[in-house]
C-alpha cells in the first residue's frame, strides 16, 4: 500500500459525499466500508468487509474500488426501490 490508511481512508470517504462515509482498516489490512444512507441516522445503505487493501498500489486500484462500492450502493437502491413498489402495487 502506498498511500498511509489515513489517506486512503480520507479518499473513500470523500468519494461518497454528501452522503456519510466510515472507512476503517485492520492492521491485517483488512478495509470495511460502510455508506449510510444520511447524515442524521445509523442506517446502512451500503456495507462492504474484508476489502484487501494491500493491493490498493496506484490511483487506478482505488478507483476502481471506488467504483464497484458505487454500483454497489447504486443497485442497492434499485433493489429497495423495486421491494417497495413491488409490495405496495400487488
Do not use: W
Not at 14 to 36: A, D, G, I, N, W
Not at 57 to 66: D, F, K, Y
Not at 72 to 84: C, P, Q
Amino acid at each position: 500500500m502506498f498511500l498511509s490508511a489515513l489517506e486512503l481512508r480520507n479518499i473513500i470517504e470523500s468519494s461518497f459525499l454528501p452522503k456519510r462515509c466510515q472507512c476503517s482498516l485492520s492492521p491485517e489490512l483488512k478495509m470495511t466500508v460502510k455508506v449510510y444512507a444520511d447524515g442524521s441516522t445509523d442506517t446502512l445503505d451500503l456495507l462492504r468487509t474484508d476489502i484487501d487493501a494491500q493491493h490498493l498500489n496506484s490511483c487506478r486500484e482505488i478507483h476502481e474500488l471506488i467504483a464497484g462500492l458505487r454500483n454497489d450502493l447504486g443497485n442497492h437502491h434499485v433493489e429497495s426501490e423495486h421491494r417497495r413498489v413491488v409490495g405496495k402495487v400487488l
